[in-house]
């Protein structure tokens, strides 16, 4: 294995996990857009990946695609094989699994414990390199479960019933997550959605996942402000403070992202509710997984890399930081 | 201690002001006593006792969580309480507490307990908490609290809980302590709003219109209205009982702290309203002077030598216990000089009647105020029948400030507002260019435009963006706004070395080459420097 310009790449099968910049052949692990970009010639990755870069454009005609299901062992040549586990990061996520000469290497790309009802769980993989990520390594990060965050949102819309509820939230994931709990939390109303948000949410239902109603935001005509007052609108984060959100009625600006534990983050943002809601292990998740995979090393790809790796070495564990480049922290 | 835990998470990241008074009035009227006055006194900051120390705190995290940890931690979040509220491990030999307790109960246990009392009973709280109540208890604590809801805000909604006005509120405020059992007993009806003729407080005060040149000028006639120089100093109140003195700003902030060498010179009883100033070499100093005074909590000897505090009389609203409000001004202004004479201190003397005959001289005199080099900003006119009336009553007091300093300044950096401009680019810094030719920040504005104006510089900074820093915006130095302000100061803290009083927006400048815009020296020049 070895870090190269492009991103983490795997010498015996002459491939790259994740790059950032078009390769021969890439392993890809899930389908946000600092892991899954476009240009490649030959994509590995699982049926719903390939299906979420077909949305977004990532994969073009002349494309060679190889999907795999969780669990299908594929001969890679030169002796490696290479299968996929979940990563219960977003629907689709995996760990790509790596088998050459009797050493396995999983590179688990971003992932999570906390549970989620629109994808597969996280499954351990004892393995002798593990590969993780550590964007929230610090012992301040300890996610709060998500019916608790879900709760506050509720609390709030019953408390301040004339103010739209703007909810920033990454388009892949976090939307789609955000909503089934909220459903499973008991709350009927439509949700109201920006058009960015619209293309993978159909995607999601496509793969069985029922969210209820929900309507785009651009079909109701401007003068019906009062029709989202006290509802729950979904945009990307960008737009909660926006032009865009000042067609509401008296709107309240509410980000959900694993940062957002931090206060002075959601004040930035100009939040006035901050849900923490993640889609990437906590720290004592991070280093609870490290310690099941029984891996005798722990290579680091991004984040706050060196808390992990004192952590890990406090531990007895071996752990080594690849300084990967181009992982963009703000997309959490 | 859950409801005041959910109740300043709510408050610290809601932005208006409006809403956060829904939000305080919901509470103070779900929460039984003496809870809701402990939680109202840690929002106002009026609490006067620590629960436990800042290194108690410290000390225990260093015994549960590795010291670089810890450090890397706090280096992220960039602050203690909330680090230690996030990343508290639990004890492994956690006592669980069927329920929290009430705030009122922890506030008592943390006063009853001795040292060592309060460590184990910090540990057993913080082990029973989630991070956002560890970190309502971490600043309600240490006093450390900073939800951005001024006492004015929340003396605001007790009024609106009322439906008084806010005046009531201010007249019993500062002789009431927490928890506030009495207060609540009278917003519910359940008793007579307290009594607090013994105990020194402060009064609302009476605030002037600005003048309207065309319609109120040909009303004023010698015989009607007395003529007084507006001095730029701070506008006080000074309440005695004689025994006991407090001085309050216009809003009711305390800052007799600051100013005991005026405070053990009031020898009467009574509650005088005049301009707070200081007087180094036995001269009246500029507000530059006074503002060195107003940054000192407790001041040295040798700065009250240097800068002895002043009070100009204006208007006299208590004596002997006796309240003058309801007197006719004219009758009020000879008690306070009867008062001011009997009581001869060389700290305290009454603002002069100006002599005039008619509004050319009302004219010459607001022109002799401009040539004051900012001491005095201008003339306040005041109908001798008028009542002593909180607020700001029609046609009673008027105020004639000399014309604005202009200068053409070069937009730096912007910021989004909050409230009806959130979302919009409408706080601004300026700054003028110097000899080097690099701009230097002079101050920065948020009025003085329209709504149509606020839209088209949002949109120029749009269109103008360079950098960013956290929520700070710079721009290209392009536009130019001239810009209006009271006076200027000489401050350490301002790179410019300048400092703004009152600045607003007067007019864009977009027809204005930013390099033709104003330089420093220009300030300089108004300074008289």
């Not at chain 1, 549970?115 to 393995?127: A, L, M, N, S």
Request: charge should be negative; charged fraction near 25%; hydrophobic fraction near 40%.
């Amino acid at each position: 294995m070895q870090v190269r310009p492009q991103g983490l790449y795997y010498v015996p099968a002459d491939a790259y996990i994740d790059p950032h910049d078009a390769v021969g052949r890439a392993i890809i692990t899930h389908g946000h857009a600092d892991h899954a970009r476009d240009g490649h010639g030959e994509v590995f990755a699982t049926p719903e990946t390939l299906e979420i870069m077909r949305t977004r454009y990532y994969l073009k005609d002349e494309t060679q695609e190889t999907g795999l299901a969780y669990g299908t062992r594929h001969d890679l040549g030169n002796g490696v094989t290479l299968w996929f586990a979940s990563a219960g990061h977003i629907l689709g996520s995996a760990q790509a699994v790596l088998e050459y000469n009797g050493t396995r290497i999983v590179a688990a790309g971003d992932y999570k414990r906390h549970p989620d009802p629109t994808c597969t769980p996280f499954e351990v993989v004892p393995c002798d390199v593990f590969i993780t990520e550590a964007t929230f390594a610090l012992p301040v990060f300890q996610h709060p479960p998500l019916e608790a965050e879900v709760e506050k949102l509720l609390r709030s819309l019953r408390a301040l019933p004339h103010r739209t509820h703007i909810v920033g939230v990454y388009a892949l994931g976090k939307c789609q997550r955000l909503m089934k709990t909220l459903r499973l939390a008991g709350y009927e109303e439509p949700f109201y959605m920006h058009g960015a948000l619209k293309r993978l949410t159909e995607l999601y239902e496509g793969y069985g996942q029922d969210f209820g109603a929900w309507e785009l935001v651009s079909e109701i005509p401007r003068a019906d402000k009062h029709v989202f007052q006290g509802k729950i609108v979904l945009c990307p984060p960008a737009q909660i403070n926006d032009r865009w959100s000042r067609r509401f009625a008296d709107p309240l600006p509410t980000v959900a992202s694993g940062w957002m534990q931090i206060r002075a983050r959601a004040r930035q943002k100009r939040a006035e509710m901050a849900l923490v809601v993640s889609d990437h292990a906590d720290w004592g998740d991070l280093i609870r997984t490290c310690e099941e995979t029984g891996a005798d090393n722990i290579w680091i790809t991004h984040g706050r890399v060196e808390a992990l790796q004192y952590a890990l070495e406090q531990r007895g564990m071996k752990a080594k930081a690849l300084n990967l480049i181009g992982r963009d922290e703000s997309v959490e | 201690m859950e409801r005041f835990s959910d109740l300043l998470d709510d408050l610290y990241f809601t932005n208006s002001n409006l809403a956060k008074e829904m939000i305080l009035t919901q509470y103070l009227r779900a929460t039984p006593d003496p809870d809701r006055g402990w939680a109202l006194a840690a929002i106002s900051g009026t609490l006067s006792f620590d629960l436990f120390k800042r290194n108690v705190i410290k000390s225990l995290m260093m015994e549960r969580m590795d010291p670089v940890l810890f450090d890397m931690a706090r280096d992220y979040v960039g602050e203690m309480s909330e680090t230690v509220a996030l990343a508290w491990p639990q004890s492994p030999d956690a006592v669980r507490l069927n329920r929290l307790p009430d705030l009122h109960e922890v506030i008592a246990e943390f006063q009853a307990r001795d040292k060592a009392g309060i460590r184990d009973y910090l540990i057993n709280l913080l082990d029973n908490m989630s991070p956002p109540q560890r970190w309502a208890l971490l600043k309600l604590g240490t006093r450390g609290l900073r939800i951005g809801m001024s006492a004015r805000t929340v003396k605001q909604t007790l009024a609106k809980m009322k439906d008084v006005e806010i005046d009531i509120i201010e007249s019993v405020w500062h002789g009431l302590t927490p928890p506030y059992t009495e207060l609540f007993a009278w917003i519910d009806g359940k008793a007579d709003l307290p009594d607090m003729s013994d105990v020194v407080t402060f009064s609302p005060v009476m605030l002037a219109h600005p003048i309207d040149e065309e319609k109120d000028l040909p009303r004023i006639t010698p015989q009607t209205h007395i003529a007084e120089w507006k001095w730029d100093g701070i506008r006080v109140q000074v309440s005695s009982t004689g025994k006991e003195t407090k001085i309050f700003s216009r809003k009711g902030e305390d800052i007799s702290g600051s100013f005991p060498d005026l405070a053990q010179a009031i020898d009467f009883r009574g509650v005088i309203d005049g301009e707070l100033l200081v007087k180094p070499n036995g001269e009246i100093g500029s507000f530059n002077d006074l503002q060195q005074r107003l940054n000192k909590k407790k001041p040295g000897k040798s700065l009250m030598e240097k800068l002895p505090a002043h009070v100009i009389a204006y208007d006299i609203i208590e004596q002997d216990g006796v309240s003058q409000r309801a007197l006719p001004l004219s009758q009020r202004r000879s008690a306070l000089a009867e008062l001011v004479a009997t009581h001869e201190n060389e700290r305290i003397d009454m603002s002069e009647d100006l002599t005039f005959s008619d509004t050319d001289d009302l004219r010459n005199l607001r022109k002799q105020a401009a040539q004051t080099g900012g001491l005095i900003e201008g003339v306040m006119i005041k109908d001798l029948s008028s009542l002593y009336v909180s607020g700001r009553p029609k046609h009673a007091w008027y105020k004639w400030k000399r014309d604005p300093f202009l200068l053409d300044a070069v937009l730096m950096y912007a910021r989004r507002g909050t409230g009806k401009r959130s979302s919009f680019y409408s706080d601004y810094t300026f700054g003028l260019w110097n000899d080097e030719g690099e701009l230097l920040p002079i101050g920065k504005a948020y009025f003085g435009f329209t709504d149509e104006e606020l839209k088209e510089i949002d949109n120029w900074i749009r269109r103008n963006k360079t950098q960013r820093f956290g929520p700070v915006q710079e721009v290209k130095k392009e536009l130019v706004f001239e810009v209006a302000f009271d006076a200027a100061q000489i401050s350490k803290r301002h790179k410019s070395g300048f400092a703004l009083r009152f600045p607003r927006i007067h007019r864009i400048r977009w027809d204005k080459p930013a390099n033709e815009a104003d330089r420093l020296d220009a300030l300089a020049a108004l300074l008289g420097q």
